[in-house]
């Protein structure tokens, strides 16, 4: 897929509280969507990631949802603490989903957490 | 736990100038990706290399960008003749191999600290 509309752009929540960011694919051959936070000045992280043969996976306090019939896919991030804050992208591969094959990314949410 | 180094971590240059960008990638995989972030953007794919030659490439990867893997461990970009708008951080990414005994998740990309070009 070569185009991800990810919203929203900046989303600001009070600690503990839950932060969903949702991202929306075109290509619907895509089969793999990471998830990646990146913190001010830092390299991009994969937190987690989901295979389109399933429609959810958690971890701990984070968990992506998936809907291939809606062509969307959505991170969760449950009991928010002061270190979640950071960008987050959503991704599908460019191509195939093959082995060589680049991310696309979305434009990021700058996540917020207030104290 | 293995990553991927990148150096410099920060390159000025003059505009028209050559810059080459390394990468050291996590030593037992098999693809080789370069992303750019320009400032406050998001991260966007140039190139993929696998085999010893480029797999993919996006628009932005023209006849001024090549790559290479000169030897076992390093990873190579190639920036001719710079231009300002060429001012981003380029970071370097690797993943695989892939497989049920592979603790990897599948195309789980590992990204390196990046280097920041400033183009002047």
């Known amino acids: 897929g070569e185009n991800v509309e990810q919203h929203p752009s900046t989303l600001s929540v009070q600690e503990g509280d839950s932060a969903v960011i949702k991202c929306t694919y075109s290509?619907?051959?895509?089969?793999?969507f990471p998830w990646y936070k990146q913190e001010l000045g830092k390299r991009p992280q994969l937190i987690i990631d989901?295979?389109?043969?399933?429609g959810e996976k958690k971890d701990q306090r984070i968990a992506v949802t998936l809907n291939k019939t809606a062509k969307h896919f959505s991170l969760h991030i449950t009991e928010t603490q002061p270190e979640d804050s950071a960008v987050y992208f959503c991704?599908?591969?460019?191509?195939?989903?093959?082995?060589?094959?680049?991310?696309?990314f979305g434009k990021g949410t700058h996540l917020i957490i207030q104290p | 736990e293995p990553e991927v180094t990148q150096t410099p971590s920060h390159q000025v240059t003059q505009m028209g100038q050559e810059v080459i960008l390394r990468c050291v990638p996590i030593?037992?995989?098999?693809?080789f990706y370069w992303y750019r972030q320009i400032l406050g953007q998001k991260v966007e794919f140039l190139v993929s290399?696998?085999?010893?030659?480029?797999?993919?490439k996006s628009e932005i990867f023209d006849d001024q960008f090549s790559v290479e893997r000169p030897d076992g461990s390093n990873f190579t970009l190639k920036i001719r003749s710079t231009k300002l708008e060429d001012s981003a951080m380029y970071f370097c990414?690797?993943?695989?191999?892939?497989?049920?005994?592979?603790?990897?998740?599948?195309?789980?990309?590992?990204f390196g600290p990046g280097t920041r070009l400033t183009v002047l």
């Open positions: 030593s037992n995989h098999l693809y």
């Open positions: 290399f696998y085999n010893n030659e480029i797999s993919e």
């Open positions: 290509d619907s051959a895509s089969n793999y």
């Open positions: 990414a690797s993943s695989g191999p892939f497989g049920r005994d592979t603790k990897s998740s599948y195309n789980e990309q590992f």
């Open positions: 989901i295979r389109s043969n399933v």
């Open positions: 991704a599908e591969p460019m191509y195939s989903g093959g082995g060589a094959d680049g991310l696309t």
